[in-house]
């Protein structure tokens, strides 16, 4: 066929001794753990650790311009790059825990992490040599942190981020490989961020109230408590686990591929499957094509056999000259991925931007409610976690039941997402429109232009911002679970801590593509002064609406021409928009 002879194999793989490794383990006493009663211990060790992370994490931006003195915009763009960097370090466990150390002890370390990191935060508040002298809100005479300060504040938040960021995801990997069959796990994910959102409700309301209105120092102390908790639940759940089993690097084998289709670019393409290897490395978890399809043909080359690539028993000779069809089948399906990957970042950045903006909304708003209790800056997000906690519940028991016993089909994971899309854009729109208002009554009002940079105090009620929160809540309960189940069910079987993980990225992708737009934007605009009164921030939000219309084409796009890798999956997914 060319100049490199394609050989037919002596033997259809090297995995006869994998078989027998997966028979054994069927009938180890491993095998017998997992299950339901897991569930306890997972869903305990969620709670505590995320209304720990979330006590520190929600008020941060508060935090920084009431006791570290720094500018509202300012905080928000620190804000961003934390909040980037807790959503992009997820994939460094995800690697670790499915290439060498497994999901139970990267969740250890990192809640380890995480407890350093609060403690140090709670030094930081209850210390006073460890922050600025305090002034008020708006004045012109405040000081600025000295080196020593921003050091202890910055290494809390970094060790309190990369325990927070680690864990979510990984921990719902650990949850899910408790259980076999995917109706049961995507059950479980369902009610796994029903109390991940639950949790960080509790702690927006509860943490957050105790360090606004009583003690910094005791809400940080709290957090580091619940934290501690959490992590002695998760140790006591160890014997009842069924531990996964690091394999190697799964990403070695995906470059594998590259490198082996590319010193056989010039052999021909065969359409027989005898001069393809086949090396079934995931049981019964996926089936294996007996030819490699023909998208991306170009990658096929990788599962060629040509001479001296495989040896007479059967085994590979040369490792970076061939792949499997399994690999190569697998680094298409993150190909295919990818462009339905990117329209996720463009729908999760204007809700980054919204929730920071809302806080510093809720800061030049009228926040009281009754004469005795005034809502706190930092817990005004909380109404997209209740709400998104809520809609999940109800769409579980509810609405995908009436729409299968309707159709006739699931709801699938792509129409889940573009639901999201749709709510997300409303949401937009609707905080544009109260945005206007408010603007029209800081105006009416004088309030414009104060001393000192901080925005006055509108008489317009902070509840005006719940609508297009209670919006967001609903996308969120659609697109949020929607992507964990597209990742998990269309992963590779040896990436599933890098498949949960997948929407963190996208999450951390977007709050650092956000930190970009607002300077942007402040750059080329005077749309985002630091007194938001006398700002535009409504064109900012039918700035999104727009854009979001332009990304939901795309994934629009994407969605039709995409299909489902797992075979159940496709035959309902042929009409997936």
């Known amino acids: ?42 869903s305990a060790t969620l709670t505590g650790l995320m209304i720990a992370g979330w ?50 002890h990267v969740v250890s370390i990192s809640s380890f992490f995480s407890l350093l990191g609060i403690i140090a935060l709670t030094l930081t508040a209850t210390l006073s040599h460890l922050r600025p002298q305090h002034c008020g809100t708006g004045s012109t005479l405040c000081h600025a942190p000295s080196k020593l300060q921003l050091a202890v504040l910055y290494t809390g938040i970094a060790l309190a981020s990369i325990g927070l960021g680690v864990v979510r995801f990984t921990l719902a990997s650990l949850g899910a490989n408790q259980f076999d069959s995917p109706e049961d796990q995507g059950v479980f994910f369902n009610w796994f961020f029903f109390i991940f959102y639950s949790a960080c409700v509790v702690s927006s309301l509860g943490i957050v109230y105790v360090e606004d209105s009583i003690s910094w120092g005791l809400g940080f102390g709290m957090c580091a408590a619940f934290n501690f908790l959490g992590l002695v639940i998760f140790f006591l759940g160890n014997r009842f686990y069924r531990h996964d089993k690091p394999q190697g690097s799964p990403y070695t084998s995906l470059a594998r591929v590259i490198v ?49 690539d495989i040896s007479s028993d059967g085994s590979i000779a040369k490792l970076w000259n061939i792949s499997s069809v399994q690999q190569v089948e697998d680094l298409k399906t993150l190909i295919r991925i990818l462009p339905l990957w990117a329209s996720t970042v463009f729908l999760a950045t204007p809700i980054v931007i919204q929730t920071n903006m809302t806080i510093l909304q809720a800061l030049a708003m009228d926040r009281h409610l009754g004469p005795n209790f005034k ?66 009554v800081a105006h009416d009002n004088h309030l414009q232009d104060q001393q000192g940079g901080a925005a006055a105090v509108v008489p317009m009620l902070a509840l005006w911002l719940f609508p297009q929160l209670i919006v967001v809540g609903m996308g969120e309960a659609f697109h949020f679970p929607g992507n964990v189940s597209l990742y998990y069910q269309e992963f590779p079987v040896s990436m599933k801590s890098t498949a949960t993980s997948m929407i963190s990225i996208v999450i951390g992708v977007a709050f650092y593509v956000s930190t970009a737009v607002v300077d942007l934007i402040r750059n ?33 796009l994407c969605a039709k021409f995409y299909k489902y890798q797992n075979l159940e999956q496709e035959a309902e997914a042929n009409t997936q928009i």
């Open 1 to 42: 066929m060319s100049s490199i002879e394609l050989q037919q194999p002596t033997a259809t793989g090297s995995n006869k001794n994998g078989d027998h490794e997966s028979q054994s383990q069927m009938l180890s006493p491993d095998h017998k753990r997992g299950g339901w009663f897991t569930f306890f211990f997972v």
């Open 55 to 104: 006590g520190w994490l929600t008020n941060l931006i508060v935090y920084l311009i009431e006791e570290f003195n720094v500018k509202s915009i300012d905080a928000t763009q620190i804000s961003n790059v934390v909040n980037g960097s807790i959503n992009l370090i997820p994939i460094i466990g995800a690697v670790l825990a499915d290439s060498f150390l497994g999901s139970f």
């Open 260 to 308: 082996a289709a590319i010193r056989k670019r010039n052999v021909l393409v065969s359409s027989e499957s005898k001069y393809y290897y086949h090396e079934i490395n995931d049981g019964a978890n996926k089936a294996i094509a007996a030819t490699p399809k023909r998208s991306f043909r170009f990658l096929n080359r990788a599962a060629l056999i040509t001479e001296g």
């Open 375 to 440: 809502i706190p800056a930092g817990s005004i997000t909380v109404v997209v976690l209740i709400s998104s906690a809520i809609f999940i519940a109800l769409f579980d028991q509810f609405l995908y039941s009436t729409w299968q016993s309707l159709t006739g089909r699931s709801l699938t994971p792509l129409q889940r997402i573009g639901a999201g899309h749709v709510f997300n854009i409303l949401s937009m729109a609707i905080s544009a429109l109260v945005e206007s208002k408010r603007l029209n």
């Open 524 to 556: 080329v605009t005077g749309w985002l002064p630091d007194d938001i009164n006398d700002g535009r921030l409504d064109n900012v939000y039918w700035t999104f609406v727009v854009l979001g219309l332009l990304n939901y084409g795309y994934f629009l």
